[in-house]
Structures are given as structure tokens and as C-alpha cells.
């Protein structure tokens, strides 16, 4: 319920990078984290309120897996996620349904 004009000007003006809008309505800021606490301090002060805010590993390129090889990287992804040791895995690869 947001408008979209008013995140990409309160986050850019703040040093954000890039304001992406899912199909889901949902509105994503990306900034560099360094930025990240100026920006979602500056996005508070404007009275706009983060679902979910934290500086996270985002790949730059991405690698499509389908069929055979999408299902073996899911069962590598999952057996690395049951890790007791393992706190957040991250990937390149975008699995297709």
C-alpha cells in the first residue's frame, strides 16, 4: 500500500543503489552496507516501515538450474542447510520449479 514514488525517492536521496518492485507488490531497496543503516533510517523517518530489513549476500550473475540438475542442486542446498554449523547458505544458482 506504499506508493512506489515515494520509497524510490526517500531511499535513492538516502544512497540507495536500486529499487526493484516484485510481481507481488512487494518493493525491494537494494543499497551497498555500507549505506544500509542510512537508508533504512532515512525510510523510517519518512514513516515507511520495512516487512524485512538486512544486509544479505545478493549475486550479481545467476545460474539458471531446470530438470535433472535443478533437483540435484536443491538436494546439495538442502543437505548444506541441515548443517548444524551452517547459519545461511547463499547461491548464484535459481532453481525452476
Keep these: 500500500g506504499t506508493s512506489e514514488d515515494k520509497v524510490m ?3 535513492l536521496e538516502a544512497g540507495a543503489e536500486d529499487i526493484v518492485t516484485d510481481e507481488d507488490g512487494s518493493i525491494e531497496v537494494i543499497t551497498p552496507p555500507n ?7 532515512a525510510m ?3 514513516g515507511l516501515k520495512a516487512v524485512m530489513a ?4 545478493k549475486p550479481m550473475n545467476e ?3 531446470t530438470g535433472d540438475d535443478a533437483l540435484k542442486m536443491q538436494k546439495i ?3 548444506l542447510d541441515d548443517l548444524d554449523d551452517v547459519q545461511d547458505v547463499y547461491t548464484t544458482a535459481v532453481i525452476e520449479g
Design 9 to 11: 525517492e526517500t531511499a
Design 35 to 41: 549505506d544500509f543503516m542510512a537508508v533504512k533510517e
Design 44 to 46: 523510517e523517518a519518512a
Design 54 to 57: 538486512e544486509v544479505t549476500m
Design 63 to 65: 545460474v539458471e538450474f
Design 77 to 79: 542446498l538442502d543437505a
